[in-house]
């Protein structure tokens, strides 16, 4: 039975959203008049075998879901199936304990194909944008091993690892980042409004000022006739830096210089190798052939020359190669995942040992940004402590010198 999507009027005007399972739209809308409420409108959330431009269209549309819902999501799911609550049960109460419309209506669609005879994990590729094909791998590779319940279980713990590392590094950045705009606003404030007032003062005296004090005079002077136009110039070019890192060549030059920046490049390299052992280990312990899975997890590499390693690697791998061999000839991995991956492969526990790999990544990843951020604070301070010495040297140092300026 297909699943509608609602929009309905309560007694008090007051407008209310849910799903409804029914032959057709308007025994959805009879049922609504039954219970009190005027229908607004009634949208099947099925997704159709047919897939033609409309639907995949409304499909990618309706597939903008935030990793905590789908966090939140896979959590439930994998409650609810490791309970013993059947497949399409799950799906439907999954849908409607959320808050979130566009949830209520992948699930609710996921739930249908579900209905019609497909698996999960062909529903859940109906949004690729929502469900990755890490996720849908995984899902395939539970349902044909009988072992759905753990496999949800292991995706809900990555999935609610990845939100909780978003997290902290948004909220991370959030206070630099005010730092920085404020002491900019400050800076220029100073420099457009403060200065110029004070300083014309011992202009109008017709005598020499110091070099300083002429310094930002300049400064001053240009900033109030061209800052507008400064400013602009620097939203352009990072609008038209934008747009050329869309350009998959400058795109792979910008991502290969970063490999190459003293500290940057750490960090980079340690949050993609986490991602990639991360996923790399649920992939294979759900089953999925290692190349399948070498695959896959360089989707997650988000750096586009790693991301080549890898898929170099697994050519290398088809062809005999072991793993840990074909990854460090790259270059780009860290020694140390790729030791605990030549143990995995010697001890036949690759699972276990990319977990370890994972985790360890992940905290290096975890304490190189707080070290970053810990040294910026009280470097951005100490810049803005110079800058701002130097503003009040160039208006102290004509005040000092008034006698020889009056003379």
């Known amino acids: 039975m297909p699943a509608f999507e609602y929009k309905a009027l309560n007694a008090k005007g007051q407008e209310e959203t849910g799903i409804l399972e029914a032959d057709t739209p308007r025994q959805v809308r009879q049922v609504l008049r039954e219970g009190s409420l005027t229908p607004l409108s009634v949208e099947q959330v099925e997704k159709n075998e047919t897939g033609d431009s409309q639907d995949n269209l409304k499909t990618r549309r309706a597939g903008n879901v935030k990793a905590a819902d789908l966090a939140l999501v896979t ?36 739930r249908s194909r579900v209905l019609e005879g497909h698996s999960l994990a062909s529903g859940l590729k109906t949004y690729p944008s929502v469900f990755s094909n890490m996720y849908s791998a995984t899902v395939a590779a539970g349902e044909q091993s009988g072992h759905l319940d753990a496999v949800l279980d292991r995706l809900a ?38 200065v110029p007032k004070i300083v014309r003062v011992f202009e109008s005296m017709n005598k020499e000022v110091p070099p300083l004090t002429q310094i930002m005079i300049n400064i001053s002077d240009f900033l109030s006739a061209y800052g507008l136009y400064l400013v602009a110039g620097l939203v352009i070019a990072f609008f038209l830096f934008k747009q050329l890192l869309k350009i998959p060549a400058w795109q792979f030059r910008w991502h290969k210089f970063m490999l190459k920046l003293p500290l940057v490049k750490k960090l980079v390299r340690s949050a993609n190798t986490g991602r990639f052992a991360r996923t790399l280990s649920i992939l ?42 074909a990854l460090e000839q790259s270059g780009y991995f860290p020694p140390m995942t790729v030791y605990l991956i030549a143990s995995g492969e010697k001890s036949g526990k690759l699972d276990d040992m990319l977990e370890r790999s994972a985790v360890q990544q992940e905290r290096e990843t975890d304490t190189l940004v707080s070290s970053m951020l810990s040294l910026f604070e009280p470097i951005l301070i100490l810049v803005m402590g110079i800058v701002v010495l130097l503003i009040v040297m160039s208006i102290m140092l004509p005040i000092l010198n008034l006698n020889q300026l009056g003379g």
């Open 284 to 325: 294979a312990s759900s089953g999925v052939p290692i190349l399948d899975a070498m695959a896959i997890s360089s989707k997650v590499v988000e750096n586009l020359p790693m991301r080549r390693a890898v898929e170099e690697a697994a050519l290398k791998v088809r062809e005999g190669t072991p793993i840990h061999k």
């Open 75 to 110: 959590r439930q799911l994998a409650t609810l199936v490791s309970s013993g609550s059947p497949l399409e049960e799950a799906l439907g109460m999954t849908a409607k304990q959320s808050e979130r419309r566009t949830v209520r209506h992948v699930m609710s669609a996921v």
């Open 157 to 194: 713990d990555y999935t609610e690892s990845r939100q909780e590392i978003q997290q902290k590094m948004s909220s991370a950045l959030i206070y630099p980042v005010i730092l920085v705009i404020v002491s900019i606003a400050i800076v220029a404030g100073l420099l457009v409004f403060i």
